[in-house]
T-cell receptor, first 116, second 114 residues
């Protein structure tokens, strides 16, 4: 079947604008993760969804960042009032978490966000 | 808190030479450890993972890693580098708990010299 997909692949926006990034996880995967990858900084955990549980938002860098997952499938990461420091590649991953892990996370190709 | 440290943001090896990418971890509980690879303009792909079954773990594309508790290390090796191995490699750690949150290192970019 299809892997994790993300859209758009590239997004250029002006400082102060809002952006929405979309993630379609692998069908049937219960867990979904968002990461941010900045040059030389590795992967920064942003948020985690598991089934119907409340999401773990501990990695969101500010209240300008939010995410939702509708129907336990598609997720949207929203960044309001974008700043230049938000420029990065945003990666989404999904996994089939059925209990105690670890479970392999499958990554999408990412969305490259550039804030001008 | 868990963390990983990857020594060297860039490593260059000649084609056919040994590849050694270093990773040290910190964890208060027995860790699960991973190596992921990211080829240019692609997402991350799992190379191998350690889950306490065997200390020497074999992965895809001829890579392997050895868990050494005494050294808190999980270095990645490949006997003979190939041009197609040029990519960025990430070491990661998890406590395997319900949330399965994985903490990634900052990555090591591997360059293969002809």
């Amino acid at each position: 079947g299809a892997g994790v997909s993300q859209s758009p692949s590239n997004k250029v926006t002006e400082k102060g604008k809002d952006v929405e990034l979309r993630c379609d996880p692998i069908s049937g995967h219960t867990a979904l993760y968002w990461y941010r990858q900045s040059l030389g900084q590795g992967l920064e955990f942003l948020i985690y969804f598991q089934g119907n549980s409340a999401p773990d938002k501990s990695g969101l860098p500010s209240d300008r960042f939010s995410a939702e997952r509708t129907g336990g499938s598609v997720s949207t990461l929203t960044i309001q009032r974008t700043q230049q420091e938000d420029s990065a590649v945003y990666l989404c991953a999904s996994s089939l978490n059925l209990g105690t892990g670890p479970y392999e996370q499958y990554f999408g190709p990412g969305t490259r966000l550039t804030v001008t | 808190a868990q963390s990983v440290t990857q020594l060297g943001s860039h490593v260059s090896v000649s084609e056919g030479a040994l590849v050694l990418l270093r990773c040290n971890y910190s964890s208060s509980v027995p860790p699960y450890l991973f190596w992921y690879v990211q080829y240019p303009n692609q997402g991350l792909q799992l190379l191998l993972k350690y889950t306490s079954a065997a200390t020497l773990v074999k992965g895809i594309n001829g890579f392997e890693a050895e868990f050494k508790k005494s050294e808190t290390s999980f270095h990645l090796t490949k006997p003979s580098a190939h041009m197609s191995d040029a990519a960025e490699y990430f070491c990661a750690v998890s406590d395997g708990g319900r949330d399965d949150k994985i903490i990634f290192g900052k990555g090591t970019r591997l360059h293969i010299l002809p």
